[in-house]
């Protein structure tokens, strides 16, 4: 009730997730970009989406990708018209429910707001909301403690409409223990495989067969054209270790930020509530609360048994009253001015809050403090280093881009100018692969491919790879796309014509078997697999489209036969011996299936939801500024 930072763990999880997702696709300065710019790629009710924006987006979805995926990124994938599309209609969605929460006066307040700030973990030191680290934190992401709370509160009124959105999704106990008893029904299963390796003796493949194979997918055999390119890279990485910060500017900066490294005070209380919910509680409440006073006045020591026995603190009674350590901003007003006033050791009079009478015992004491400059000179010099190199990328980047340009035949002036390194690659084709590595980028890719490049082994434009990364690379070696003979492939050709020829086979043969088993005949030589019982939530081995066909297949009459072509060839016969009823769901078991489904349920109101404030909103798309990426 009365500690800050335990009550509201759980709705700042829920809120961290909501804050998360703007910033990461959109960016915090997307909230400031509702009006402005002629240069937009959608207009939303007359608020622009600036190509710039979706730009960003993008970017900021490829380095999440990449930081995600490693070496098994593929910019390719990520990177492409369709997926430009679909960051727009999230932009536009996101705007929406922006303009809708504002429209209609979704309101949080103040308090609200400073409770999920001092709540989360990041923005404390000691267990307590540290305003030195708050600005910080903040500063590090290049943010204002004004935007950032703009932001969050505007992140807020999106949660309520969530919430709300959830709230109104309701799926009763009884569909949900019918969708329980559908998951949990029991299906005894057997299969037979009818493999093609089986035919392949029976296959003939005819020479004339393997021509035409050859002449008809001729694409297929051929090596791709591939290039061996040199390339620069500028980047922060590049020029950091280029960059030299004088002692000076160390000790000058430390001082101009020393709020950064003072901690302000901090005590450590321990209290006892007395919980008042209304007036006509508060007499009655005052009255217990100056008893147990009267009576820690005569025995201090049983402090922490009286808070056990008669706190109305959920957070903290079970500790003896123990709040822990925390600073100014953490509390109400009266309860922090009676802490901050107190001598250690003493205990206060009753102090009246919202949440009741308190009676407070100051425990414990942490004089204001600050961090030497030795401690913290790396952690300075590397965030000076990483603002100057920043800069110089930033300043570098034009010239980088009209040096390659202007320079077209050679990269040892971008080597010379800015003391970067000439690499090379290995032979890589126009279909994106990790084993390009920072070439790995369908614009780089493309450049290097482009008859200039090849012809003339021209420098490409500096191409910007990730978020302050630029490439210049040029052809060094190209091998144009080839045809091997046929006599190269022959034995390829006629193995795979082979095995399509006996997949065929296989699957006809199964339907074939099927259909007897179906008129109840028997099948000479079929041997089933020992037979076990699947669910739709445990296969126990079998594909995903034959646990779809076992439980389509009707069981009024038993056995039952179904059929499945097999991906990679073949046929499979499932036979069903017996169908029972899988376990009764418990109630937990009910209520989580209710809560899914709720949430599916939730899920689909919000895109109906958007799809409604859609159909009542102007939207106009740029289709050019769409389809132009930044360079």
Do not use: C
């Not at 109305?312 to 500790?319: A, E, F, V, W």
């Not at 041997?527 to 646990?547: C, F, H, Y």
Request: aromatic share 6%.
């Amino acid at each position: 009730m009365f500690d800050l930072v335990h009550k509201n763990k759980r709705i700042v999880q829920i809120l961290l997730i909501l804050i998360v997702l703007p910033f990461a696709l959109w960016g915090i300065e997307s909230y400031q970009r509702f009006s402005g710019g002629a240069d937009h790629v959608a207009l939303v009710d007359g608020d622009r989406i600036s190509t710039n924006d979706l730009n960003e987006a993008m970017q900021r979805q490829l380095d999440q990708m990449r930081q995600a995926l490693g070496r098994n990124f593929d910019a390719s994938m990520f990177d492409t018209p369709q997926a430009r599309a679909q960051m727009l209609d999230g932009l536009i969605a996101q705007r929406l429910a922006v303009m809708h929460v504002t429209r209609r006066n979704f309101q949080v307040s103040d308090d609200e707001l400073r409770q999920v700030i001092a709540s989360e973990p990041a923005f404390q030191d000691g267990g307590a909301f540290s305003k030195s680290r708050y600005e910080t934190l903040l500063a590090a992401q290049n943010l204002t403690p004004q935007i950032f709370e703009a932001s969050l509160r505007r992140d807020m009124m999106l949660q309520q409409l969530a919430a709300g959105l959830l709230e109104s999704s309701f799926v009763a106990s009884t569909a949900a223990r019918q969708y329980a008893a559908i998951r949990a029904e029991q299906r005894e299963v057997s299969d037979m495989l009818v493999e093609p390796a089986a035919f392949t003796a029976q296959v003939k493949i005819q020479p004339d067969a393997v021509e035409k194979y050859y002449r008809e997918h001729a694409k297929e055999f051929e090596i791709p054209e591939q290039v061996k390119a040199q390339y620069v890279v500028l980047s922060g990485d590049a020029l950091a270790s280029q960059i030299k910060i004088p002692e000076e500017d160390l000790r000058a900066w430390y001082k101009q930020n020393l709020d950064r490294y003072r901690q302000p005070e901090q005590r450590q209380a321990s209290h006892i509530l007395i919980a008042a919910s209304d007036a006509k509680a508060r007499p009655e409440a005052k009255k217990k609360a100056e008893a147990l006073l009267q009576e820690l006045r005569k025995s201090p020591e049983k402090f922490a048994e009286l808070a056990r026995k008669n706190s109305d603190d959920p957070g903290s009674k079970d500790k003896g009253g123990d709040l822990g350590y925390f600073g100014r901003g953490s509390m109400v007003k009266p309860f922090e001015d009676t802490v901050f006033s107190l001598k250690l050791n003493r205990i206060s009079d009753l102090v009246e809050t919202e949440f009741g009478y308190h009676i407070i015992r100051l425990t414990g004491v942490r004089p204001e403090k600050v961090t030497p400059f030795e401690e913290v000179r790396a952690g300075i010099e590397d965030e000076l280093r990483k603002q100057r190199t920043a800069k110089k990328v930033a300043e570098a980047a034009e010239s980088f881009a009209n040096i390659a340009e202007e320079q077209p035949d050679s990269l040892q002036p971008l080597v010379e100018k800015f003391g970067l390194k000439i690499e090379t690659s290995p032979w890589i084709g126009k279909t994106p692969s990790p084993a390009a590595g920072v070439l790995n980028n369908p614009r780089v890719l493309a450049a290097l491919f482009a008859a200039d490049a090849v012809k003339d082994k021209h420098n490409t434009d500096a191409i910007e790879v990730s978020s302050g990364t630029m490439v210049v690379a040029r052809v060094a070696e190209h091998k144009p796309a080839t045809q091997p003979p046929l006599d190269e492939v022959k034995k390829v050709i006629q193995d795979k014509l082979t095995r399509i020829e006996a997949a065929e086979l296989a699957r006809k043969a199964g339907a074939e078997r099927l259909e007897a088993l179906r008129n109840g005949k028997e099948v000479a030589g079929a041997k089933w697999s020992v037979a076990r019982m699947v669910t739709r939530e445990n296969p126990a081995g079998l594909a995903q489209d034959g646990i779809k066909a076992v439980f389509k297949a009707g069981s009024a009459k038993l056995p039952a036969y179904v059929g499945v072509d097999l991906a990679d060839g073949g046929y499979a016969i499932y036979r069903i011996g017996r169908v029972s009823a899988g376990a009764e769901p418990d109630e937990n078991r009910v209520r989580a299936i209710a809560a899914a489904l709720a949430r599916q349920a939730s899920s689909s109101d919000y895109q109906a939801f958007i799809a409604s404030l859609r159909s009542h909103a102007s939207i106009e798309i740029n289709k050019a500024n769409l389809e132009r990426k930044g360079s």
